[in-house]
């Protein structure tokens, strides 16, 4: 059933890394078009701010292949000097403290997206951006990234339950330097 969760999370997150991708790409070349326009004395205008939102998007979305991937930064000074049980007591810890404050950033950033929907708010910008067109989307990043990190933690708890430390470690390990140079 872990490995079930495991193996859909990283599924789903695979195509929304290609989708963000695609994105990010789409967006570097409306950038390198309006550079080369700008050579020949026109402009697309509001690519700055275009540019802005894209990162904001997919650095909410790209947060939970980034979990899956082990791609976030962690402290383990202790850990290390610890077997496979005391390993996968921190590894909870870590994805336990992440879930919560991830979850308190989504909760936290309703009130922004509700009251640019409220206030039918725009960007003090040329381009007067909706922000509920950006936010809407950031948002749902963060939401979706509270789930990908609840879910992951539920599995690695099934799997340090079994005893299946090495899954664990696999699943919300963290890994130094020495080991990743292997």
């Known amino acids: ?8 999370l990283r599924k789903l997150n695979h195509a929304i890394a290609i989708l963000i991708g695609i994105m990010l790409l789409i967006c570097a070349a ?8 700008r050579q020949l004395g026109a402009s697309l205008g509001g690519t700055d701010e275009i540019s802005g939102y894209v990162m904001a998007i997919a650095t909410s979305w790209g947060m939970g292949y980034t979990l ?3 791609g976030h930064v962690r402290i383990d000074l202790l850990r290390g000097k610890t077997g496979p049980r005391g390993r996968a007591l921190f590894d909870l810890g870590s994805m336990l403290i992440l879930s919560s404050t991830v979850t308190l950033i989504a909760v936290m950033s309703w009130p922004v997206l509700a009251r640019s929907l409220e206030n039918s708010s725009t960007a003090n910008t040329p381009l007067e951006t909706p922000l509920a067109w950006v936010q809407t989307p950031w948002f749902l990043g963060w939401v979706w990234f509270a789930v990908v990190s609840w879910l992951t933690f539920v599995a ?9 430390f090495s899954q664990s470690e696999a699943a919300i390990g963290a890994f130094g330097e020495e080991e990743a140079a292997l």
């Open 1 to 8: 059933m872990a490995q079930n969760i495991l193996t859909t």
């Open 30 to 37: 409306v950038i390198l078009l309006d550079i080369v326009m």
């Open 68 to 70: 899956l991937e082990l």
């Open 156 to 164: 690695a708890v099934m799997l340090v339950r079994k005893g299946e």
